[in-house]
């Protein structure tokens, strides 16, 4: 039931700034990119890989550097 007081706050917040028009939406974007550059920039998927080590598509790559030995 977590999930109601977080759609309550969403559904205010929405009420509270639809006021503002398209100043509503300049201030969602900015919230989007600061949560994009800062607090998540690997993605939920990084979060998730780097808490749990899971790798469901394991191809990359590594570069190795000649001036260093293995």
Same mark, same amino acid.
């Given at each position: ?16 700034? !639809?006021?503002?028009?398209? !100043? ?21 998927? !990084?979060?998730? @890989?780097? @808490? ?11 570069? @190795? @550097? ?5």
């Amino acid at each position: 039931m977590s999930e109601i007081p977080a759609r309550g706050s969403l559904l205010k917040t929405a009420a509270v700034l !639809g006021d503002y028009g398209s !100043g509503y939406l300049v201030l969602l974007g900015a919230g989007g990119i600061a949560v994009a550059l800062w607090l998540l920039p690997g993605g939920l998927w !990084g979060l998730i @890989r780097g @808490r749990t080590e899971l790798s469901l598509f394991p191809a990359g790559y590594h570069v @190795r @550097r000649p001036d260093v030995a293995q």
